[in-house]
């Protein structure tokens, strides 16, 4: 579906304009069109590829969708694939893609899967004329920049899940096993948006050193821009999974002193019930000959011993934490 279809001369734009007037502007000089698609049909594609040239390789690519994160080069095309991350209310992370084709006079971006526009992008690109007039090579910094950037909020509710499960660990009637359930499923979001920021973080790297593509070229400060936020992004994502690592050795660790503790409460119970039983058992015998077996207060005197020694039993095991 066509979201819009704009051209640009000289930084300022002319016109919102028809598919069919596209060639119309492509040629004339110091002027591109800026098209934007949400989850197109194959024919709206093909129309794309044969109105700019793009390569069949990269349409395809954008056909199919679910691509990893990149930036290709062909000819003097760049080929960029985003992943868009959104956040629900329930804090499930839904994985959305933007595929943007960036050419000397063009610029195409392709979204998938995402409710999330770029509205606010060609708003802000329209209120810097003085930036635009580098052409589709400030676009497409300034689409990267917008992707990125809404990767930080997901970062900081991430973290704040996190310190909500450890304020957690350590209190009382706890459940374990519902934390670790927690601390692995916080483990499975951070590594979705691992995946995001990685590969991207990688690419971009060539888009400011050495040899810059020609889309690029007069923009170098920009996109080191990008990607320092994404080495930003980077290493938030290491310390928070050093941090959940860290958390779920704690939650393990407590779910062996629990078992311990309760070891000790089962053995020192046992140790309770085990002395009466012997003095029990021993008199209970059939000898003849035991001592204190005709005396008068031989009963009382049995009890008697096994609650002195129960008791000071007791008291031991109470100092040792055992119960």
């Not at 698609?37 to 349409?59: C, K, Q, S, T, W």
């Not at 509205?119 to 917008?146: K, Q």
């Not at 096994?306 to 039993?313: A, F, G, K, R």
Request: net charge negative; glycine share 6%; hydrophobic share 45%.
């Amino acid at each position: 579906m066509l979201i819009n279809c704009a051209a640009y001369q000289d930084g300022n734009k002319l016109a919102d304009i028809r598919k069919p007037d596209i060639s119309d502007y492509v040629g004339q000089p110091y002027c591109f069109v800026w098209v934007a698609l949400r989850d197109p049909e194959p024919y709206e594609l093909e129309e794309m590829r044969e109105e700019f040239g793009l390569h069949e390789l990269a349409v395809e690519d954008a056909r199919k969708g679910h691509q990893r994160p990149k930036i290709e080069e062909y000819g003097n095309m760049l080929f960029v694939v985003l992943h868009l991350l959104e956040m629900d209310d329930a804090g499930e992370i839904s994985v959305g893609e933007v595929c943007v084709f960036a050419g000397p006079n063009y610029v195409l971006s392709v979204r998938s899967r995402s409710n999330l526009g770029f509205l606010n992008v060609r708003t802000r690109c329209e209120r810097e004329p003085h930036l635009l007039l580098h052409g589709s090579g400030f676009v497409l910094y300034a689409l990267m920049d917008a992707v990125v950037d809404r990767y930080f909020p997901i970062i900081d509710k991430l973290e704040e899940q996190l310190e909500r499960i450890e304020a957690r660990i350590f209190s009382k009637g706890s459940s374990t096993r519902v934390n670790i359930e927690e601390l692995y499923d916080l483990k499975r979001k951070l590594m979705t948006v691992q995946h995001s920021v990685a590969p991207l973080l990688e690419a971009t790297s060539r888009l400011y050193g050495g040899r810059v593509p020609q889309v690029c070229v007069k923009l170098q400060e920009y996109y080191r821009d990008v990607y320092d936020h994404l080495e930003r992004i980077s290493k938030h994502i290491e310390a928070i999974r050093d941090m959940l690592n860290t958390a779920i050795q704690v939650n393990l660790s407590m779910i062996s002193l629990d078992d311990s503790a309760i070891t000790k409460k089962l053995a020192a119970w046992g140790a309770l019930f085990a002395v009466p039983t012997m003095i029990a058992g021993i008199y209970g015998m059939n000898f003849d000959k035991m001592p204190e077996l005709k005396w008068a207060y031989g009963y009382p005197a049995a009890v008697l011993l096994m609650m002195v020694l129960d008791v000071l039993l007791w008291r031991r095991f109470k100092q040792a934490g055992w119960l």
